[in-house]
């Protein structure tokens, strides 16, 4: 069932019932300390160009029109709210979402995430954790608030890049960066625990982007460059759509594994200089995992 499929609209939104809500987690997730992954919908309505997910193809849980027609319709799962009030434990650590953004422009049409936070505070999960780039969460401020009250709740947002121009080529259905940082702002105010995941590292000025990024929460940071066949041969990897991109406009050392590691190594000085650590990879990954989220300079 199509809820918007109007000529000319960015995306259409699907209905759909699943079997299951809560997946068991494998690889770099369960690297990181999650126990289950929780997707609400399958295709993503931001459609970002270098996405990963559709390269994993069916690995991810998705149909050949998904990878072919990424970013064009979500089809939410409509059943997610019923599935979780069978499918939570009080153990369980929880990320959501590594293959769609729960926050994604079709939220807005649909509004299945308020349902999804209620279930949780109905049976709260050990940790919760919201990955997004999406300013629409602060519509769901007080349950989040409700729901930070029962478990270890963490919102972590993704910050790309410092410059709108590189935004608009890479993740042009994304909110601008002033959005998200009002949206993170909102969030610390109303008293929930924020992160900034400078991930995927998009072309930008590193030290001004880790200088957002440090003002703009109270924890550690966490990041990734662009995914590279160079240094990861199987699995996810950015779409050629991105790699297309950063050819024509002179980016292509943003995914060449040297250049990456000066970009990471350019923002450690910044976040060590304020008294903080930025790691990449499922370990600093697993800072939202752990019991107790901190930060400060490793001592190790």
């Known amino acids: 069932m199509d809820l918007d499929n109007r000529p000319g609209a960015h995306s259409s939104i699907r209905l759909g019932s699943a079997k299951s809500i809560l997946?068991?987690?494998?690889?770099?997730?369960?690297?990181?300390?999650?126990?289950h992954s929780l997707n609400p919908a399958r295709n993503c309505t931001f459609g970002?160009?270098?996405?990963?997910?559709?390269?994993?193809?069916?690995?991810?849980?998705?149909?050949?029109?998904?990878?072919?027609?990424?970013?064009?319709?979500?089809?939410?799962?409509?059943?997610?709210?019923?599935?979780?009030?069978d499918a939570l434990r009080p153990h369980q650590i929880i990320y959501c979402s590594p293959l769609v953004d729960p926050y994604q422009p079709a939220e807005g049409t649909r509004r299945l995430?308020?349902?999804?936070?209620?279930?949780?505070?109905?049976?709260p999960p050990r940790v919760f954790v919201l990955q997004t780039r999406g300013g629409a969460i602060v519509r769901d401020v007080?349950?989040?608030?409700?729901?930070?009250?029962?478990?270890?709740?963490?919102?972590?947002?993704?910050?790309?890049?410092?410059?709108?121009e590189i935004r608009k080529l890479y993740e042009p259905h994304c909110a601008p960066l002033d959005e998200r940082l009002h949206a993170m702002e909102t969030l610390r105010e109303a008293g929930i625990d924020v992160f900034a995941t400078l991930a995927p590292l998009l072309p930008c000025n590193p030290r001004l982007l880790a200088r957002l990024a440090l003002a703009a929460t109270e924890n550690d940071l966490?990041?990734?460059?662009?995914?590279?066949?160079?240094?990861?041969?199987?699995?996810?990897?950015?779409?050629?759509?991105?790699?297309?991109?950063s050819r024509i406009r002179g980016y292509t050392e943003w995914h060449e594994p040297g250049f990456q590691q000066q970009v990471v190594e350019t923002?450690?000085?910044?976040?060590?200089?304020?008294?903080?650590?930025?790691?990449?990879?499922?370990e600093a990954f697993g800072w939202l995992a752990g019991e107790q989220a901190r930060a400060g300079v490793s001592q190790t």
């Open 113 to 123: 995430m308020p349902e999804v936070l209620q279930a949780l505070i109905r049976r």
């Open 142 to 164: 007080p349950l989040l608030r409700e729901l930070a009250a029962r478990t270890r709740l963490r919102v972590s947002f993704s910050l790309t890049t410092d410059r709108e």
């Open 48 to 85: 970002c160009i270098y996405c990963y997910v559709p390269t994993l193809r069916i690995q991810a849980g998705l149909q050949p029109e998904d990878w072919r027609s990424w970013g064009r319709f979500t089809t939410f799962k409509d059943n997610a709210a019923a599935l979780l009030a």
């Open 267 to 282: 923002i450690q000085e910044e976040a060590h200089a304020a008294g903080r650590r930025f790691g990449i990879g499922p």
């Open 23 to 35: 997946a068991k987690t494998s690889g770099f997730i369960a690297q990181a300390g999650f126990t």
């Open 222 to 245: 966490i990041g990734d460059p662009l995914h590279a066949r160079a240094t990861k041969r199987r699995g996810a990897t950015t779409r050629p759509e991105a790699l297309e991109v």
